[in-house]
């Protein structure tokens, strides 16, 4: 079945540093790949997605580029500020049913003044 | 925008007791999922819900169980609780395809469980 792999953090950034986090994933078909956001406190939030390879997901300043050639969809930013710090999730949709998600373990970004 | 709220943010309960947690969302969506999150492990979908009273066992769906009496409500049932069950629960929704992008979810803040 489908899987994702993500970098494990903490990641540990100074204000306006630039934010790269890694996701691979495993999967047959053609899935669509998400990032999601969670806030202290919070739920997860849809932070930008992609349907197809080669489509780049942007929002808030993030982005990720769907790869098929390396299976990846890292995330980047190019000036991280405090109110970025969070749990980032990778995700992908099942192969058989798109209603349905697989959520990598997150990684927490931390940014310090 | 959407709303899906949790009936607790936090929750002690004992070993044995039988645990009712609430989602309800106001956004008429026909899809609902229950995960738990914890640490290291992401999130780990329990039980999704396509439909009222129609459910579907998700990868951990061993000593929960659901109910989806109406269209906004989707409760998740801990039958005989257990400290092994103590974690993060996170309630979710999403449109049906005519509705919207299904593969979007929605999720609530969360309940906080301890069991001990």
């Known amino acids: 079945g489908n899987s994702v792999t993500q970098m494990e953090g903490p990641v540990t950034l100074s204000e306006e540093a630039f934010l790269t986090i890694n996701c691979t994933y495993t999967a047959t078909g053609y899935p669509s790949l998400f990032w999601y956001v969670q806030y202290p406190g919070e739920g997860l939030q849809l932070l930008l997605k992609a349907t197809k390879a080669d489509d780049k997901g942007s929002n808030k300043g993030f982005e990720a580029t769907y790869r098929k050639e390396t299976t990846s969809f890292h995330l980047e930013k190019g000036s991280v500020q405090v109110s970025d710090s969070a749990v980032y999730f990778c995700a992908l949709s099942r192969s058989y049913n798109t209603d349905k998600l697989i959520f990598g373990t997150g990684t927490r970004l931390q940014v310090f003044p | 925008d959407v709303k899906v709220t949790q009936s607790s943010r936090y929750l002690v309960k004992r070993t044995g007791e039988k645990v009712f947690l609430e989602c309800v969302q106001d956004m008429d969506h026909e899809n609902m999922f229950w995960y738990r999150q914890d640490p290291g492990l992401g999130l780990r979908l329990i039980y999704f819900s396509y439909d009222v009273k129609m459910k579907e066992k998700g990868d951990i769906p061993e000593g929960y169980s659901v109910s989806r009496e109406k269209k906004e409500r989707f409760s998740l049932i801990l039958e005989s609780a257990s400290t092994n069950q103590t974690s993060m629960y996170l309630c979710?929704?999403?449109?049906?395809?005519?509705?919207?992008?299904?593969?979007?979810?929605?999720f609530g803040p969360g309940t906080r469980l301890t069991v001990l």
């Open positions: 979710a929704s999403s449109p049906s395809p005519g509705q919207g992008n299904p593969d979007t979810q929605y």
